[in-house]
């Protein structure tokens, strides 16, 4: 019984940070390449960033540069850490295992 939960979102201002958390349970975390991904009204859900379990990463053109993505593999959670977030980031965010376990998403809001 795969679980991913997301955390960390709500209303930012332009310019502003967040960082999202997930915590995953009933996987072999380490062994699982990790991501995230959003979803806005109306698009499909597009690719943000993953990071496998050694540690090396890829990002989505979109986010490069301003978006970290990062693992704690001792207490099996994945984060992402947003920053300089614009209005064209506002969608849901969500988490992903091993390229096929989804969590419920998360509500990220860039607003002033």
């Known amino acids: 019984q795969v679980q991913l939960v997301e955390s960390g979102g709500g209303l930012v201002q332009p310019g502003g940070s967040l960082r999202l958390s997930c915590a995953a349970s009933g996987i072999a975390f380490i062994d699982f390449t990790m991501g995230w991904y959003r979803q806005a009204p109306g698009k499909s859900r597009e690719f943000l960033a993953r990071i496998d379990g050694g540690g090396m990463t890829a990002y989505g053109d979109s986010v490069k540069g301003r978006f970290t993505i990062s693992r704690d593999n001792a207490k099996s959670t994945v984060d992402l850490q947003m920053d300089t977030l614009k209005p064209d980031d506002t969608a849901v965010y969500y988490c992903?295992?091993?390229?096929?376990?989804w969590g419920q998403g998360t509500q990220v809001t860039v607003s002033s």
């Open positions: 992903r295992a091993d390229y096929q376990y």
